[in-house]
């Protein structure tokens, strides 16, 4: 879908937080930095809210263009004089502005006509969402993520032939053929990190393996619903998704913000619980859904899944309220997978898969192997 170059700065620079979701640690949001956040003033004859947006260096413009009686854009009128006064030389406390609400009801529109142009269909499922980042972007992105986590975790990645590397390998490799990904370069990288339970992939098919996941996995067919779902992520588009609804938020905080001439956190707080985490938390129960699909297709165990998950829920780690989470809780998770096992079987049996069931001794063996 062709995708307007408005977003395109966006692309320069992204989190490495949209590509590497704690997706076995849900964790508590950090506290809101809103980039576009000020302080309110204390007294109603300080400068005009736009004002606020400028930084110190323009303090001396923003000055020059206050400096009469007369705000910007308003009405000229005989009916200024209807406005109270505080003194000779201050700025009146409230202007007359005839466009505003022509300009708000524009600006709606625009956004209502960018929002509908850029909604699709999740291919696998079917759910409907907005995105305005093509794939290419996607990459682009997912590449400079690749490049800053190599040189953060360097000396820590397992060589390639380290039994691990090669036991997870030897995973992927069976779940690629039904997970065709345009543009992947699919590369595997264990993370030597035993207090850390996670795994991501990244737009592009480079998969992170953090060596604290492992030991909840205790198979091939564990490891698999791990690996499923990091590439589901990856295949119904999530990381293009996080940023499109990242700039849906900043946005709307921002308008917020002017409109009501409040703080910018409060509407940003505000918009993180009730569109981003709730969004969040659809796209891991769809990374979820993909995944178990995945790993039948590719002849393991579904069963074992719903038995991953059972591990981490007795794990004893502390868990934040769901609503506050950027995940489902464990419980949630295992209750759904339960119900899919049913036509995860189906695909599993159709495709004239073998239960193997058990566990499977070499990925232990590996394991131990571990320096």
């Known amino acids: 879908m062709f995708r307007p170059s408005v977003t395109q700065p966006l692309v320069r620079r992204v989190p490495l937080s949209f590509f590497t979701p704690s997706a076995f640690l849900p964790a508590r949001p950090p506290p809101v930095t809103s980039p576009f956040s000020f302080s309110r003033a204390l007294s109603t004859s300080t400068p005009s809210r736009l004002s606020r947006f400028?930084?110190?260096?323009?303090?001396?413009?923003?000055?020059?263009?206050?400096?009469?009686?007369?705000?910007?854009?308003?009405?000229a009128s005989p009916r200024w004089n209807r406005y109270r006064r505080f003194g000779d030389g201050q700025r009146p406390l409230f202007v007359e502005n005839h466009n505003g609400g022509r300009m708000v009801i524009i600006v709606v529109c625009i956004a209502g006509g960018f929002y509908a142009f850029n909604l699709e269909d999740v291919e696998m499922t079917g759910r409907r969402r907005f995105n305005c980042f093509s794939h290419a972007q996607e990459l682009k992105v997912g590449m400079q993520s690749y490049e800053e986590l190599l040189e953060e975790n360097?000396?820590?990645?397992?060589?390639?032939?380290h039994p691990l590397s090669q036991k997870v390998d030897t995973v992927l490799q069976r779940l690629i053929p039904v997970a065709p990904l345009e543009g992947a370069s699919w590369r595997v990288h264990v993370i030597d990190d035993i207090n850390t339970p996670n795994a991501f992939v990244l737009p592009g098919g480079k998969v992170f393996v953090y060596t604290g996941i492992l030991p909840y996995c205790q198979n091939e067919d564990g490891l698999a619903a791990v690996l499923g779902h990091e590439i589901a992520h990856v295949l119904a588009h999530h990381p293009a998704e996080r940023m499109s609804n990242s700039l849906i938020a900043m946005v709307a905080a921002m308008g917020v913000s002017f409109l009501f001439d409040i703080s910018g956190q409060i509407p940003a707080m505000m918009l993180s619980l009730v569109y981003r985490l709730p969004n969040s938390r659809v796209q891991e129960a769809e990374a979820?859904?993909?995944?178990?699909t995945l790993m039948a297709k590719a002849c393991f165990n579904p069963e074992e899944a719903y038995s991953l998950w059972s591990r981490m829920e007795q794990r004893g780690a502390a868990e934040p309220p769901q609503f506050l989470s950027t995940h489902p809780s464990?419980?949630?998770?295992?209750?759904?997978?339960?119900?899919?096992?049913?036509?995860a079987q189906s695909i599993y049996e159709d495709n004239g898969c073998q239960i193997l069931g058990g566990f499977v001794p070499d990925f232990e063996e590996a394991y131990s192997q571990m320096s």
Do not use: A, C, T, V
């Not at 979820?288 to 178990?292: F, N, P, Y």
């Open 54 to 75: 400028s930084n110190r260096p323009f303090q001396s413009l923003s000055q020059i263009l206050h400096r009469g009686h007369r705000r910007p854009f308003s009405s």
């Open 154 to 161: 360097r000396g820590h990645i397992l060589p390639y032939d």
């Open 288 to 292: 979820d859904s993909i995944g178990l």
């Open 330 to 343: 464990n419980y949630n998770r295992m209750e759904s997978i339960r119900d899919q096992l049913f036509k």
